[in-house]
């Protein structure tokens, strides 16, 4: 498998995963609106339409704020931790009291998104031109006659 399929399929899984905040939150939004439900089924779909952008969309978009605008980027970390914490601390007390893998992969996912977010800009940045050069290599070195013949 090419490594920009595994790319691809990482953020289409993740796009899958914020499908069940954005079900959950905006059925108890139609059924009762409230502000509470409303940003976490907005969210949940805002981050499902990033996540389904095409990967190097995503990519240029990343590094266009980064050099423009990494205040911004750094506001947005701070908000999506937030974001993040709320259902980290509802799910993972809960998976510890009961065991329950849907609380653990909610708790766990969410945290790890916090830690992800609070990251300062730089560390994500040197991570994820790591995972670009990983999925997108450089050309191997073309060999010389000198080297050939050894």
Do not use: C, N
Not at 50 to 65: D, E, I, K
Not at 86 to 109: K, Q, Y
């Amino acid at each position: 498998m090419r490594r920009s399929v595994l790319l691809r399929a990482v953020t289409l899984t993740l796009a899958f995963v914020h499908t069940f905040p954005a079900r959950k939150h905006l059925a108890l939004f139609v059924a009762a609106p409230s502000w509470t439900e409303g940003w976490k089924g907005i969210g949940a779909l805002v981050a499902i339409a990033l996540y389904l952008l095409p990967v190097s969309l995503q990519a240029r978009g990343l590094a266009l704020l980064w050099r423009r605008r990494a205040s911004m980027l750094r506001v947005a970390g701070v908000v999506l931790a937030v974001a993040h914490a709320v259902p980290a601390s509802d799910h993972l007390p809960r998976f510890l009291a009961t065991g329950s893998p849907g609380d653990a992969w909610r708790g766990i996912g969410a945290a790890f998104a916090v830690v992800w977010f609070v990251a300062p800009l730089r560390v994500q940045a040197r991570l994820l031109a790591a995972l670009a050069r990983w999925v997108r290599p450089s050309p191997p070195v073309k060999s010389t006659p000198v080297f050939d013949s050894i």
